[in-house]
């Protein structure tokens, strides 16, 4: 048994590389792999010829001239650029070790078939080097281009932010690159930090096969995802989101509303329950997102409603206002009694407390409101 008989032959091989990759293509596109790729003729003859020369001086230890060294890398992310799935790229990329191999076989005198056989594993390593190589660029460049596509997208929905959706150009220009409908009917949701658009996971598939279209990102006060939503939606968009803390915009029609539908669910994901597991819809927490929207005047809204509580003994207060939460719920003096177990005259004789102590009858709707804010207010405190 010779030694050295692949080393030999390949040596010999690379000399023929240019027919040899001829052959190569030519069971390439027998194989209809590429069909329909955006890669030229021209382009996979000459890639051929690269990595076929590139595994036939590995295996037999020839220099590596620098135009062939980053074949591997090269061609990946070419492919990944041109659109060539994956499974086709690997297709094209096996069918080199069975080119490679049946030629060098071909080539071998009977005495050196023992020899090829027994060094066969120099190919397959050669072959195997070059695939990984191929693959961790191809990955790579998936990789940047749709980080590269995310933040084009960013930047334009970032646009459209800054305009408040009132530049019809920009609206056509953001309808184009994120692929929305520029009159579409649109919610938004948005999320609390840090990073939770994963919880955006779970529900994508679902989201897709009801025909919901979907831009999301991150933002300074966490993330959001812009729904495109269908005709018929079936039923509110907070449905999809089971189970999930985030907060529901009401729905807007187009994009030149979908500015404020953002800001909107951002107060409300700022409303929102401690204790909330779930979505939650705007039009559920319109008093606190209001409660909310005071900023530094909270304060004086709750002392002006609620600052003359602290004229009742300290053991009624808790009892007057928890009276008075019941009541502004239930709107009805017998429904509250009944939640709190105690008689009607018991609830009529807190609600009178309060409004001696306060000045504010909830009784009247003008001063229920008033005292619903200020209780909202004074949960952000």
Known sequence: ???????????????????????????????????????????????????????????????????VAGASAEIGAARAEAGVPLDALLQAVRLDSRVVWRELHLRADAEDLAGLVAEAPRVWEAVEHHSMDILAAYQQRVLEMAQAQQDEHARWFARLLECDGRHPDIRRQVATVLGLGESAPFAVVAFPPPGRLAALRPVRAQLSAVGVRLHAQDRPAGSIAVLQLPARAGGPVEGWFRGIRCAVSPV????????????????????????????????????????????????????DALGGLGELPGRDVARVLETVERYLCTGSVAATARQLYCHRNTVLNRLRQFAVATGRDVMTSADATVVTLALRARGYE
Not at 30 to 44: D, F, K, P, Q, R
């Open 1 to 67: 048994m010779s030694s050295g008989v692949v080393e030999r032959l390949s040596r010999d091989l690379v000399r023929d590389v240019a027919p040899l990759a001829g052959r190569f293509l030519a069971e390439l596109t027998a194989t209809g792999a590429y069909a329909g790729a955006a890669v030229s003729e021209e382009t996979l003859l000459a890639d051929a010829r690269r990595s076929l020369e590139l595994i036939l001086r590995r295996v037999g230890r020839l220099p590596v001239p620098e135009h």
């Open 252 to 303: 807007v029609d187009g994009l030149a509303e979908v500015p404020r539908a953002v800001r909107l669910a951002e107060l409300t994901l700022y409303a929102l329950p401690p204790g909330a597991d779930g979505p939650r819809a705007t039009r559920d927490l319109w008093p606190e997102i209001a409660a909310g929207a005071l900023g530094e005047f909270r304060a004086d809204l709750v002392r």
